[in-house]
């Protein structure tokens, strides 16, 4: 599987943001012959004492021609992904990470917002140049 662009950049603004990485990818087997790779599986390090917060990022660049084609790629993985999560690993959450500038303006669309609102998804807004975490939507 072929990492995403901005890949390491995401997995650094994680780890800059408290979090520890714990896959690189997290591999989810749901059958026999089928198992899924999702980008990247995280746990906050600041709730190590406690029940620490797990989550699963897959991340997306969005650097294609066209931003509805990747945003239908993203969207089918996240769903996937969700389901393929509550029947094996019910308490980690799936985060679709994206880039600042695409938040900005592609993910504002009305009809991308209702999608997002539809299928309750959870994003994480990153910087690449910076690493940074920008925005967590859940």
């Known amino acids: 599987m072929a990492k995403d662009i901005f890949h390491e950049q ?8 408290g ?10 087997r749901i059958s026999e012959a089928i198992k899924v790779q ?3 599986a995280a746990e906050n390090a600041i709730a190590a004492e406690r029940d620490s ?6 991340i997306k660049s969005f650097i294609a021609d066209s931003d509805i084609s990747e945003f239908h790629t993203a969207l089918g993985q996240y769903l996937n992904y969700v389901q393929a999560l509550e ?15 695409t938040y900005k303006d592609f993910f504002q669309l009305n ?3 209702r999608t ?5 998804m ?17």
Do not use: G, M, S
Not at 19 to 28: A, F, K, Q, R, Y
Not at 87 to 101: G, K, T
């Open 10 to 17: 995401v997995k650094n603004a994680l780890i800059k943001d």
């Open 87 to 101: 029947e094996y690993e019910p308490e980690r959450i799936v985060y679709l990470a994206v880039p600042e500038e």
């Open 53 to 58: 917060e797990k989550i699963a990022v897959e």
């Open 116 to 120: 997002i609102k539809r299928y309750q």
């Open 111 to 113: 009809f991308i917002q």
């Open 38 to 40: 999702i980008d990247l």
């Open 122 to 138: 959870k994003l994480i807004v990153y910087e690449p140049t910076e690493e940074e975490i920008i925005l967590w939507i859940k």
């Open 19 to 28: 979090w520890i990485i714990t896959d690189d990818p997290l591999t989810v």
